[in-house]
Structures are given as structure tokens and as C-alpha cells.
């Protein structure tokens, strides 16, 4: 079973940076460079809400309007492990962030999350 473990989460004032990281493991007949991986977040009351993408082999990357050019979503996969680099951080920005995993193989999807690691911007 694939297991997706987010670490990087805290709390930072407004303006300073954080660096988020995903690291998959539990690959049976499937690599981490099959997976498209995506970060999302979830704000209290809010719904879930797509932030970054990232293709298998990191060619593409595609952030939603509200963290374009704050944020950058990379991957090493050597080291099976997808990374969120949040530069200057609002308030706004305050969620549980989610490192998701997507393959489709042999006529089927697999999709895994991760358990979330909480990203507070305060004063």
C-alpha cells in the first residue's frame, strides 16, 4: 500500500516562506515517476482546493491564480518526495496541505493522500 507522509507544515508570520515535502513509499509494481502528484489545502469551513501539479517526470507544473509566483511545486525522484516551496505567505494562505499521488495503470487509477500537515501564517 502506498503511504504519502507530508512534513514541512508550522507556523510563520506573514511574509517568511516554508518548504513542504512529500515522500511516498510502498510501491509494489508502480514507481513514484508513474505518479502525477498534486498539492492541495483545506482552510477551516472550506472545501478542498487544488494549489499545484506536477507531471510524472516534472516537465510541467501548473499553481492556481491565488499562490502564482509565490509558490513552486517540484519533485526529486530519486528520492520518491514532491516538494511545495511557499514564499511569501499571507494570512490567507493558513490550511491543512495535502500531498496527493495519481497513476492510471493497466486500466485502472490509483490514487493515494496524504494525512495533511497544518500551515498557519500569523503574526
Known amino acids: 500500500q502506498v503511504q504519502l507522509v507530508e512534513s514541512g507544515g508550522g507556523l510563520v508570520q506573514p511574509g517568511g516562506s516554508l518548504r513542504l515535502s512529500c515522500t511516498a513509499s510502498?510501491?509494489?509494481?508502480?514507481?513514484?515517476?508513474?505518479?502525477?502528484m498534486r498539492w492541495y489545502r483545506q482552510a477551516p469551513g472550506k472545501e478542498r482546493e487544488l494549489v499545484a501539479t506536477?507531471?510524472?517526470?516534472?516537465?510541467?507544473?501548473t499553481t492556481t491564480d491565488s499562490v502564482k509566483g509565490r509558490f513552486t511545486i517540484s519533485r526529486d525522484n530519486a528520492k520518491n518526495t514532491v516538494f511545495l516551496q511557499m514564499n511569501s505567505l499571507k494570512p490567507e494562505d493558513t490550511a491543512v496541505y495535502y500531498c496527493?499521488?495519481?497513476?492510471?495503470?493497466?486500466?485502472?487509477?490509483?490514487?493515494?493522500w496524504g494525512q495533511g500537515t497544518q500551515v498557519t501564517v500569523s503574526s
Open positions: 496527493y499521488a495519481l497513476d492510471f495503470f493497466q486500466g485502472r487509477w490509483y490514487d493515494y
Open positions: 510502498g510501491f509494489n509494481f508502480t514507481n513514484f515517476n508513474n505518479y502525477a
Open positions: 506536477i507531471t510524472p517526470n516534472g516537465v510541467k507544473t
